[in-house]
């Protein structure tokens, strides 16, 4: 903690990672932190929410009642976002951005209920990052085959090879920075407000929770998919 | 030469509120953003949603320059790396 404001505020402000407990593992310390136990709770609720949709969906009518409905509005919406900017390869990866758009978006509003978003840790974000990467160097290979990949490497001309060498390895780089700075700037500010303010800070921080976990998590989301899909989209080429 | 810790602390602390000047730029690239969209509303006010909707996603991309201050700052005034 900056002792500025450690001295101003007591103990009161935590936004920290704080390790649970630690094990060796090939020589090598490992901390089980209070992130793996947030995404451990996340994960839960969202497999709770996934079996119970299933469940659902077995049985379902023509007509959607109740959490029917929730779940059509749910895939419909993720459908259409995929569809509108990946077109005709929409269906392949539309598991994989609806994965991650619910996933980083119940991350981001964890905020709201107590949790210290997991996403406000570099180590989700660039696992994130990482294998929106992969996806894309993957398709890369697949869809332009290795000659296409090294003419897009030498763009203009061969001389410029090592700066969109440096480009590709920024994408990743940029893309889980972008998330994990909006996220966590939230964080802190929250527990500024609530560590430094004590008993004034009561009922108008809903206004700043509406604006730093609600808003621009749920921007920070559509994002961080929009920028995947358009890489991805990208990397496949003309069909 | 040997300095003690609160004079880099203290030069930290200076150096977070340097960093965080890269709020300029994408506060005035936002701005302009949210100009132009503006005023593409007023021209066809049919377009309001996608219009609404490409504005925030490039505010959204153009926000991470300043984000990059705000890091900077964040790893000077509590991981402290220059201090011993």
């Known amino acids: 903690m900056g002792q500025g404001i450690l001295l101003s505020a007591g103990a009161d402000i935590d936004f920290m990672v704080h390790g649970i407990f630690s094990y060796e593992l090939f020589g090598q310390t490992v901390w089980i932190t209070t992130t793996h136990v947030c995404v451990l709770i996340v994960f839960l609720l969202l497999g709770t929410f996934a079996l119970i949709a299933n469940r659902t969906m077995r049985h379902a009518s023509d007509v959607p009642t109740g959490f029917q409905n929730v779940v059509e509005l749910i895939v419909e919406m993720l459908d259409s976002m995929i569809k509108a900017s990946m077109g005709s390869s929409a269906a392949k990866f539309a598991n994989y951005i609806g994965t991650i758009f619910i996933f980083i978006l119940v991350s981001n509003i964890s905020g709201l209920f107590g949790l210290r978003p997991p996403t406000a840790d570099y180590g989700v974000t660039l696992a994130l990052g990482l294998i929106t990467f992969t996806l894309i160097h993957f398709n890369k290979f697949k869809y332009q085959k290795v000659s296409g990949v090294i003419k897009g490497l030498c763009d203009p001309w061969p001389i410029w090879a090592p700066i969109n060498m440096i480009g590709d390895v920024a994408v990743p780089i940029s893309l889980s920075l972008r998330l994990f700075a909006n996220v966590l700037s939230g964080t802190v500010m929250m527990a500024l407000v609530y560590g430094l303010l004590k008993w004034v800070a009561v009922f108008w921080p809903a206004v700043l929770h509406v604006y730093f976990d609600l808003f621009s998590g749920a921007i920070q989301t559509y994002v961080f998919c929009m920028l995947t899909m358009t890489y991805i989209s990208d990397a496949i080429g003309e069909q | ?84």
Do not use: W
């Open chain 2, 1 to 84: 030469m040997e300095f003690n810790n609160e004079f880099i602390l203290g030069c930290s602390a200076i150096g977070a509120g340097l960093a965080v000047i890269a709020g300029i730029g994408p506060g005035v690239g936002q701005g302009i953003a949210a100009g132009h969209a503006a005023a593409a509303v007023g021209r066809n006010p049919g377009a309001k949603s996608d219009v609404t909707s490409t504005m925030l996603l490039g505010q959204a991309v153009a926000e991470t320059t300043g984000l990059y201050g705000l890091l900077i700052a964040m790893l000077l005034l509590f991981v402290k790396p220059l201090a011993n």
